[in-house]
């Protein structure tokens, strides 16, 4: 059975700093491409980062570069966005997703599975 287990999400003030994990099971995590994503209510999902965890390639959406970086740990299983400088903007439901074709695309369309999110609240 797949499955994607986030956490780290919370409430933290503008310019603070957040690290998301994602442990994931069920299916062959070094050879997949695995992303982050976000999501607001009325907005469609969108893509924030990505990386080909054999490869170790990142992409990023550009309202993040510079702040956040995406990470792999190949032995654990776990996928890791840490979040620096933080906007109100950057507010939203945060899901790990994984794709098995390894496309390199930040696309939730391109994502095979989902975990089921974490909320990342920046206010003061």
């Known amino acids: 059975e797949v499955r994607l287990a986030e956490s780290g999400g919370g409430l933290v003030q503008p310019g603070g700093s957040l690290r998301l994990a994602c442990v994931a099971s069920?299916?062959?995590?070094?050879?997949?491409?695995m992303g982050w994503f976000r999501q607001v209510p009325a907005k469609e999902r969108e893509g924030v980062a990505l990386?080909?965890?054999?490869?170790?390639?990142?992409l990023y959406v550009d309202s993040v570069k510079g702040r956040f970086t995406i990470s792999q740990d190949n032995a654990k299983n776990t996928l890791y966005l840490q979040m620096n400088s933080l906007k109100p903007e950057d507010s939203g439901m945060y899901y790990c997703?994984?794709?098995?074709?390894?496309?390199?695309?930040?696309?939730?369309?391109?994502?095979?599975?989902w975990g089921q999110g974490t909320q990342v609240t920046v206010s003061t």
């Open positions: 069920g299916f062959p995590f070094s050879r997949s491409d």
């Open positions: 997703a994984a794709s098995y074709a390894g496309t390199c695309r930040l696309d939730p369309h391109a994502m095979n599975a």
């Open positions: 990386i080909h965890t054999r490869l170790g390639i990142p």
